[in-house]
């Protein structure tokens, strides 16, 4: 869910990459609806509300994260913009 098709790695990344996206919003609240376990996978799906800074426009997205574990510690982030999308890709469904 970013606007951008840059590879960010490490802690460093991560934090650059949250940086870049939350920039653009006046506010930005995001709420997790469900967490799902899938082994060595695990899936964030999330409501995030926005408020655009320059425009004041508004808008709420439903959106996913798939992420790829490896001894308890993330290895891989992925989004999705369908929550059905990122359940398929761990192998399951909505």
Same mark, same amino acid.
């Given at each position: 869910?970013?606007? /951008? /098709?840059?590879? %960010? !790695? #490490?802690?460093e990344g991560v934090? !650059?990459?949250? *940086?870049?996206?939350?920039? *653009?919003? =006046?506010?930005?609240?995001?709420?997790? =609806?469900?967490?799902?376990? *899938? #082994?060595? !996978? $695990?899936?964030?799906?999330?409501t995030v509300h926005?408020q655009g800074k320059?425009?004041?426009?508004?808008?709420?997205?439903?959106?996913?994260?798939?992420?790829?574990?490896?001894?308890?510690?993330?290895?891989?982030?992925? @989004? %999705?913009?369908? @929550? *059905? =999308?990122? $359940?398929?890709?761990? #192998?399951?469904?909505?």
């Open positions: 869910m970013l606007p /951008d /098709d840059e590879t %960010y !790695r #490490g802690h934090l !650059r990459a949250w *940086a870049r996206w939350t920039e *653009a919003w =006046e506010e930005f609240t995001t709420e997790v =609806e469900q967490i799902v376990d *899938a #082994g060595e !996978r $695990l899936v964030l799906i999330c926005l320059h425009s004041g426009a508004a808008t709420t997205l439903r959106y996913a994260y798939l992420y790829s574990l490896r001894d308890g510690k993330v290895i891989h982030i992925r @989004p %999705y913009v369908n @929550p *059905a =999308e990122a $359940l398929e890709a761990a #192998g399951l469904s909505e």
